[in-house]
């Protein structure tokens, strides 16, 4: 990992730099914008497509799962290529793929159609998201936590200004041309952003003097030989899996808990409490990325850790409790998601840390594919709340899987992060035969 001189000491050079690394981060957000509501306005979709065709609801999130996992554990095959063929190619193939999905799904008559378009969706969304914050890792290695932080926001927030657009064009126009407008909008929008990104030149960036970073830039096979490597995909696997769980199913929880239809008087508004919670809980979910990337980059990723994973755990718990009181719904479920959105910043950001820049595309991909393992418990959830008879039973599991990271944050990962520094430090440069310069186009 290079280091570049001071501000002061570059002058005119340096403040270049500056400049073309927060217009990357800003095109960047809009990428992210642009695919947030494949993932984030499905659960918008359910009961109407449920209502049009008649079936199960579980069948019909079987298809939500298939688009978290084609976009989860197929992170590493387009970490490859994002090393290889640089940011640009990337999202512009990214956003004809979430383009496509929308489409597919606006005229799918089947089970099978829905589950192609989410395939698609995935591929399409993955492409973007893993080439977006593989390009704030390197662009910001003094800050990663921001830049991963507000890069992941967009994906996060993406699509609270959306919300309300999509639910009203549902009630008006149905689902089909919602799915085809805003397919085309959104795809359409990622592809002019794409051609404005690129990756750093030599000497345009500089590491932090306040946390452990590793100056050694790991190649995936030696990144996940290493402890710390499978300590972080183990925490990830449990803090991420609640999350998804309130993603795809806070319409239906909203729905059995009822609360879904209340009408939520703020004087100046009134609102339904889905909506309202779905919009809230958008702002909630990119306002953690930064806020928690950004007190990571100054307290450490593993303190930042403990805070977010606990109150997460303890959130999903209250929620379980009192989701009855329509309030106590809005409010719990955006605590919910204020601790859950920072997974995203904070794990990137460790891996920078940990294994360096040069092919962390790859060694990222690898590590993102635990919440594909998260995903998988979606459906499992629906199973399991038929079976019991309660959310509670779901969220309580989930809950425990929260508090156990965090658990794992405060009592094995620092000793186990300055251990492996510690031996970075003193292993020689890594040597990768089948790797390729990264483009900087």
Known sequence: ????????????????????????????????????NIQYAWTLFVPEIQ???????????IAFTIFVLVQTWLAPIEGYFIDKLGPRLMVAFGALFIGAAWVINSQATSLMGFYLGAAIGGIGVGSIYATCINNALKWFPDRRGLAVGLTAGGYGAGSAATILPIAAMIDSAGFQETFFFFGLLQGGLAFVAAWFLRSPKAGEVKASTKLNQSRRDYTLGEAMSTKLFWLMFLMFICVVTGGMMAVAQLGVIAQDLGVKEFQVDLYFFVMAALPLALMLDRVMNGISRPLFGWI????????????????????????????????????????????????????????GDAFGTKHIGKIYGVLYTAKGIGALFVPVGNLLMEATGTWSTVLYTVAGMDLFAAFLAIAVLPRTLKAHVARSAAMPPAVDKTSTATAHA
């Not at 290079?2 to 809009?30: I, M, N």
């Not at 209502?51 to 999130?61: K, L, N, V």
């Not at 204020?338 to 460790?350: H, K, N, P, R």
């Open 1 to 36: 990992m290079s280091t570049s001189k001071t501000l002061a000491a570059v002058g005119p050079g340096q403040d270049y730099s500056e400049s073309r690394r927060w217009l990357q981060l800003v095109v960047g957000v809009v990428c992210m914008v642009a695919t947030a």
């Open 51 to 61: 209502e049009t065709f008649g079936w199960e609801r579980a069948s019909i999130q």
């Open 296 to 351: 990571s980059d100054h307290i450490g990723r593993e303190k930042t850790m403990v805070i977010a994973f606990t109150l997460e755990g303890l959130g999903i718990i209250a929620l379980g409790a009192f989701g009855h009181n329509p309030w106590a719904f809005l409010i719990l479920s955006g605590v919910v998601f204020l601790a859950w959105g920072e997974v995203y910043s904070l794990f990137s950001a460790l891996a």
